[in-house]
């Protein structure tokens, strides 16, 4: 059985940080990537965020989060991270992890339907 499950989401003030994090398992995955879900907005307007393959490469970030956010992966512990750094109250959303069981280009990160698995969310909110 997949599992993807995310934490460490919270409140936090315009400029802080934050590191998210998805523990992964039930499969080996090509990709993994992070997707937002800004408040009022539906589960198909989720916004991509970053992604990276399992090995490391192609890693790829939305314009709104690139230079302040990095991806990573931590292969011993089936664990992709998310620090966000200098945040804004833009960045406020439901905050979803999800793997790709297949192969996955870099051009279709962005594509909500290209992803087999998501976690259940976590909730990030930012004041200013």
């Known amino acids: 059985q997949v599992q993807l499950v995310e934490a460490g989401g919270g409140l936090a003030q315009a400029g802080a940080s934050l590191r998210l994090s998805c523990a992964a398992s039930g499969r080996n995955f090509h990709a993994m990537g992070w997707f937002r879900q800004a408040p009022g907005k539906g589960r198909e307007e989720r916004e991509f965020?970053?992604?990276?393959?399992?090995?490391?490469?192609?890693?790829d970030y939305a314009d709104s989060v690139k230079g302040r956010s990095t991806i990573s992966r931590d292969r011993t512990k089936n664990t992709v991270y998310l620090q966000m750094n200098r945040l804004r109250p833009s960045d406020t959303a439901v905050y979803y992890c999800a793997a790709s069981a297949v192969v996955l280009w870099d051009s279709a990160y962005g594509d909500f339907a290209g992803w087999d698995y998501w976690g259940q969310g976590t909730q990030v909110a930012v004041s200013s």
């Open positions: 965020v970053a992604a990276t393959r399992w090995s490391g490469e192609n890693t």
